[in-house]
């Protein structure tokens, strides 16, 4: 590691205020919002005063937790990518971030008076559903940093001076080569389908199995059991979306090796929203009410519109093909929301190896 890369003259102190912004919205604004929100309708609706009191222990974690996050998000946002200095605050933030989400249990105490005072609801099993999104956080500066540091030590910056390719030679099997990939693409892409696809979902059946329980409506079991083989399935079919969303952000735009895995996510998300939306149906019986709702011809309509993107990722493959291979068959380093000519962008001056 070199220590010169800690050197200020490395660093951008605008990119930092942009990143330490974001970085204090995320954990500081918007958090401490909610939690005061929180205090003032426990107080001013005269709420149980466990819950202001946990409420107000958790105030204190924001405002320490929120500041220090948003000072490494400027420290880290103010280096170059692929450095040991953007690394190690990228690593350090995404540590912490963890900590705080804990910290906020209170040691049980948060479950224990909402369960006494609200419903019985699991919040460890919450955060250990969290945790495993985490530590995608934990892995993506790892990623950023293997992708970028040869482009940085190069002084290439986004695009990089990779050796190129005949594009006669190249086969479409030669796509799934490992140097095409970004690990830091395939790693948020999987992120966030694992927290979409399983994770945001089970935290809302946990939540409806808490409630619906604590109503102690026999009723309603069919339902709850109901709940609970969504969960598998949810389970079951969103493990693989987020295995081949890693490969789809992996591979870049125009090759087979992102085509594949792209079409495969579709087709299972398909059944997912199959899954989740109880197969157009709800039948429920409580106390002698009858509900019957039928709206499986919106679901299909739902499931029609999400299957174009069958068609979207073919058109895709067709029309981003022959600029990578114009390009010399290079990386993908930008987000895939990106510009389409963004391997084509001028190196950035910050980007760049500190000159000896």
Not at 153 to 166: H, I, P, R, S, V
Not at 254 to 279: C, D, Q, T
Not at 328 to 335: A, C, I, R, Y
């Amino acid at each position: 590691m070199s220590g010169g890369e800690f050197s200020w003259k490395n660093a951008s102190a605008g990119r930092g205020a942009l990143s330490a912004v974001k970085g204090a919205l995320k954990y500081l604004v918007v958090p401490l919002f909610l939690v005061m929100l929180g205090i003032a309708v426990v107080t001013n609706e005269d709420g149980p005063q466990a819950i202001a009191d946990i409420l107000v222990e958790m105030r204190s974690i924001v405002l320490v937790l929120g500041a220090v996050l948003t000072a490494l998000s400027f420290f880290h946002g103010a280096y170059p990518k692929g450095t040991y200095s953007r690394l190690t605050f990228g690593l350090a933030i995404s540590v912490l971030v963890i900590v705080y989400a804990y910290l906020l249990l209170l040691n049980g105490r948060t479950q224990e008076v909402i369960g006494r005072e609200l419903f019985e609801v699991d919040l460890w099993l919450i955060f250990t559903l969290y945790f495993f999104t985490a530590i995608f956080g934990v892995l993506m500066p790892l990623g950023e940093f293997m992708d970028r540091r040869p482009l940085w030590l190069n002084g290439t910056g986004a695009t990089g001076k990779e050796g190129t390719e005949a594009p006669e030679a190249h086969r479409p099997y030669h796509d799934f080569r490992l140097r095409y990939g970004s690990l830091y693409n395939g790693l948020r892409l999987a992120r966030n389908t694992l927290t979409w696809s399983v994770v945001l979902p089970l935290i809302v059946i946990i939540l409806l199995e808490a409630g619906l329980t604590s109503l102690e409506v026999e009723e309603l079991d069919p339902l709850l059991s109901s709940l609970e083989d969504v969960a598998a399935v949810v389970v079951l079919l969103g493990l693989p979306m987020t295995a081949l969303a890693f490969f789809k952000g992996f591979y870049p735009r125009g090759s087979v090796s992102r085509f594949i895995p792209a079409e495969a996510m579709v087709l299972i998300g398909l059944y997912w929203i199959w899954v989740i939306g109880l197969e157009g149906k709800l039948l429920m019986e409580v106390e002698e009410i009858d509900i019957s709702l039928d709206y499986s011809g919106l679901l299909m309509l739902i499931m029609l519109g999400s299957g174009l993107w069958l068609v979207y990722y073919a058109l895709e493959l067709f029309l981003y093909r022959k600029e990578w291979k114009e390009g010399g068959f290079k990386k993908d380093l930008e987000k895939k929301s990106g510009k389409k000519k963004a391997l084509e962008r001028p190196a950035e001056p910050l980007d760049k190896a500190p000159q000896p």
